[in-house]
């Protein structure tokens, strides 16, 4: 478990990234003349900033769209920011030399939600999980079953079956795979995209208990991108909301369910039924994620916040600290006598 002291293992400072095709001279010059329009750009991260510690188990939650895949790829190192830096273990990321790079990027591993389509259907499940050991020499070619058998074991998977193709298994059997394979790297952080969203419920359940097994087993690091709050509320210490490409609250994983503070958390966790939201309840969210190509000005929720105010139009929202450990980017929260008190 981690505490205040715990320095953070990797973090993302004021990312932004920017998707958008490059004009070629051509379209340069057609643009500069008027002849043309620029091409379009998806903002799908605008000034984040998020720290891990090692131990941690992160929950990354927002709607399908808001930016939490990007931020997941961003920090698990497949996609470089457009603008920030990532951290690893105190260092800017970009300023590494090549083995220490490579250190990082073995040390930080991802599991996206297609077991499938992660797994080449070509390779037996003991070459998919021995392939990136061997060649980054973490294991002798002569050890290599007694290692990918090892793996397995930590996965959940039967070894005997090692020798079959990934097409041969169930969903949940595919993903306990793609744990073995990016645990048989050694790494230090796993990136959770979605990772248990494909799998039937009672699958689910058994991926996530997983989950939590190889943290105290492997002293794992977790960011689980998620949009089930359920989910995210049992594996999570912390959370953080996004919402159109910014973090807008962020918490200890109790003070989030118990006391959320965003308008758009309120909403959020007024679409689960189950969660016991204290004494109030909270309006479920109105309309559609406005598109990251034009994202509204000020703060990003107002075209759908109950609460919009005339400076939310214009004005981007400061993050502050509005309880120990809990931030929240609402300019509700710095109105006199309209803090976090007024909204719950
Ligand atoms: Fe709503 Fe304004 Fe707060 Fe945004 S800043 S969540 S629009 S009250």
Redesign the pocket.
Known sequence: MTDDTTPPLIEARHVSRRFGAKPDLAAKIAIKLGLAKPPSTVHALDDVSLSIRKGEVVGLVGESGCGKSTLGRVIAGILDPSEGQIVWKGRDRSALGASERRASALATQMIFQNPMAALNPRMTIEDIVSEAPLTHGLVPKGERRDYVDRYLQFAGFDPALKNRYPHQFSGGQRQRVNIARALAVQPDFLVCDESVAALDVSIQAQVINLFMELRERLDLTYLFVSHDLGVVEHISDRVAIMYLGRI?EEAPVEEVFQRPN???TQALLSEIPRIELTKRQFKAIQGELPSPLNPPK??H??PR?????D??RVEV?ATIEIAPRHWS????NSKAGTGAEALM
């Open positions: 807008v965003h308008p758009y000020g703060c929720f107002h916040c109950p609460f919009v105010m400076r939310c929202p980017a609402c300019h509700l």
